[in-house]
Nanobody
Framework: QVQLVESGGGLVQAGDSLRLSCAASGGTFSSYVMAWFRQAPGKEREFVAVIFLSGGRTYYADSVKGRFTFSRNNFQNTVYLQMNSLKPEDTAVYYC???????????????????WGQGTQVTVSS
């Protein structure tokens, strides 16, 4: 069973930076497509970014493009989300997700992922 544990959330001011981490255990990390989603109160869970296998190809939601950077370290079984120029609208619980290589479905759909972390709160004050 794959376990994902996020860390790095917190309370920051607009314009600040944070780096989220997600450590994986119990599976073959290098074979998983990894993603970040977020969910604000009263809203649906939304796609933030995805990173593919060892090649590191990434895609971002338009709302975070140019501000967030997604990276992975397959030796440490960890992914990172560097978040710069944070805005109050970035406030949400951020979730790390992983999907098996044979899984189908759009990479930006929560239902296409097999494993989820517990989430880490990011709050950006104005």
């Amino acid at each position: 069973q794959v376990q994902l544990v996020e860390s790095g959330g917190g309370l920051v001011q607009a314009g600040d930076s944070l780096r989220l981490s997600c450590a994986a255990s119990g599976g073959t990390f290098s074979s998983y497509v990894m993603a970040w989603f977020r969910q604000a109160p009263g809203k649906e869970r939304e796609f933030v970014a995805v990173i593919f296998l060892s090649g590191g190809r990434t895609y971002y939601a338009d709302s975070v493009k140019g501000r967030f950077t997604f990276s992975r370290n397959n030796f440490q079984n960890t992914v990172y989300l560097q978040m710069n120029s944070l805005k109050p609208e970035d406030t949400a619980v951020y979730y790390c997700a992983a999907r098996e290589p044979v899984r189908s479905g759009w990479y930006n759909a929560p239902g296409a992922y097999d494993y989820w972390g517990q989430g880490t709160q990011v709050t950006v004050s104005s």
